[in-house]
């Protein structure tokens, strides 16, 4: 299976910062990253798949980027509702695998 | 609005088995794949089993080969999970996932989910 390691695991940011989270996998799965954020009583959410793209609804605030085994969330001018746990998930090579998780607090 | 609701879940005893469902709306059931994804403190998320539009492809990872079965009924917009021989492994909160409009490969990412359902496997 293609191991997914996130980094950092933890990360402290106040609103209007941008801030980045990687994601490396342990073998090369071309574009095929995707990106989702987790909150407390709601359903996850998916931001990026395929490296890039945007899912429909996901504001323009959130970019993607990377290839290969190293891939990047960007989050630009934070807002008060991106606070959250973040995942990446391989979807190259079955099975889909995911990373462990990057929790964004408020500093 | 896509609507992913899970109900079965509880408590129950290693060896034991227990059946998930998942009720979707918002979205033309029979045109999508549907997944099982859970998710535990230690292990993180895990994707558990993928079903096909029709249900005559069905996928599991390795551990819960030949204890699980995925199935779905399109007439009902409802899937479902039965998780036979269960052990104290397979304790989770388990997540009702669409798979998403593109793949490679037949490997997906999940565009949608339930809020999960906790499965408990204790003596």
């Known amino acids: 299976d293609v191991q997914m390691t996130q980094s950092p695991s933890n990360l402290a940011a106040s609103p209007g910062e941008s801030v980045s989270i990687n994601c490396k996998a342990s073998k090369s799965i071309s574009k095929y990253l995707a990106w989702y954020q987790q909150k407390p009583g709601k359903p996850n959410k998916l931001l990026i798949y395929s490296g890039s793209t945007l899912q429909s609804g996901t504001p323009s605030r959130f970019s993607g980027s990377g290839s290969g085994t190293d891939f990047t969330l960007t989050i630009r001018n934070l807002e008060p509702e991106d606070f959250g746990l973040y995942y990446c998930?391989?979807?190259?090579?079955?099975?889909?695998?995911f990373g462990a998780g990057t929790k964004l607090e408020l500093k | 609005e896509v609507q992913l609701v899970e109900s079965g879940g509880g408590l129950v005893q290693p060896g034991r088995s227990l059946k998930l469902s998942c009720a979707a709306s918002g979205f033309t059931f029979s045109n999508y794949g549907m997944a099982w994804v859970r998710q535990t403190p230690t292990k993180g998320l895990e994707w558990v089993a993928s079903?096909?539009?029709?249900?005559?492809?069905?996928y599991y990872r390795d551990s819960v080969k030949g204890r699980f079965t995925i199935s779905r009924d399109n007439a009902k917009n409802t899937q479902y999970l039965q998780m036979d021989s269960l052990r104290s492994e397979d304790t989770a909160t388990y997540y009702c996932a669409r798979h998403g409009v593109t793949t490679v490969r037949g490997v997906y990412y999940f565009d949608y989910w339930g809020q999960g359902v906790m499965v408990t496997v204790s003596s």
């Open positions: 079903i096909s539009t029709g249900g005559g492809n069905t």
């Open positions: 998930q391989q979807h190259n090579e079955n099975p889909p695998t």
